[in-house]
DNA sequence: GCCTGTGAAGGATTTCACAGCC
DNA sequence: GGCTGTGAAATCCTTCACAGGC
């Protein structure tokens, strides 16, 4: 009944509870697909196809119990636990994400920072100690990392993961643009801001000449 | 012929577009799908399809012209021409992109920053002024932006997309964490790293119960 | 009466496979 | 012989529509 969930719906799953905290917070105890789905621009089918995957959760007549289908889907997804996070690049972007505040609160601690640069050796970055790059591999051996952030410059990216994958790394979040190589069972996603944009542009383009 | 292409062709053209700049600086001439979609983990018919929606810009037996598909593409999406950007946010994340040097080289240039904050009203953030958030709409009445990034806290961000779209502007990146509405004619795009993460642990949580 | 859960239908996207050309 | 462009087939994903429970 469960095997192969596609991957699209795991990609909703988190945006859903998303909007379940947020309806926690406001106070709200139940809410319907429907209810859900003008929140989040989804439609209602499609939010309880996607819940059906993993079970039955809402009760006829009312809707969904918004304290309980929170934590199942953050019980589905993992994220009712800590995540041990490496950094890998501790430049302007690595800082950045260092320094980024909205990781914690959702669990995510960045536990080791590597840099490439011995100026930044030592140096503390967002609480956490940077480490030479040389050392990441053995790192990664003899401690628990979860998750694997990689912020160096385009260049050196396809080795950094390489790195993270042969010291056990399932889960990589590449800031690099490149399309990084993984084996099938580690897990990669890509935060791109200029990718984005050079799609919205396709979009905006028509504006000008002759079309909409 | 071409009406109506999906968006996910749409969203890979940049892709392609990255890979064949990083062809045409090693100086490759041509390229095959076969070997474009070894280096981008794509299938060789999924590029052909896609290219096909655009025109036909292979050589049987050949392949693509690296430099003649690139300008192509790079028409296509408009990314050959400069983009003009408002920021909304300077706050950490704010200042980050402000000083994030991804986007001038692809020409993306922020013209004008904005933030709610008194103190920062005037200050210089990444070579563009600081404006009191209350100028934005008379702002983008009077000069051109094409594209504005929402950097501010998620409870004023629907506030800022709604300020944006009421001055005209056609496209959104917004890194704040909620599912913002925009009009049909709005393009919007969310970079949430958070999100990414929490999708991401679904698959390497297998590893601890007891499945792969 | 309202709303879920879900087979079945419909639509979208990807892949196949091959004719045609270099 | 190698590779594109593309209809047709296959697969994947979304939406419909309704039986069933509250």
Redesign the interface.
Known sequence: MSLEIPEVV??R???Y???LTELAQRGESVVSSQALGE???VTPAQIRKDLSYFGRFGKQGRGYNVNGLLSTLRE????DRQ?RLCLVGVG??GQ??A?????GP?G?EIVAAFDANPELIGQEIGGSPVHPIEDLERYLHSHRV??GIVAVPAPAAQSVVDKLVAGGI??I?NYA???A?VPR?V?I?H?D?????????????R?EPGG?
């Open positions: 795991i990609n799953l988190p945006v509870a998303r909007a929140l989040l621009d589905i997804l993992g994220i995540w302007r972007l950045a994400i320094e980024y505040g909205g990781f959702q995510f979860d998750i399932h889960a979040l643009p490149i399309t190589h069972d897990v996603r935060i801001p200029v990718l984005a944009m050079q799609s919205m542009t396709f979009y905006i383009k504006g909409k």
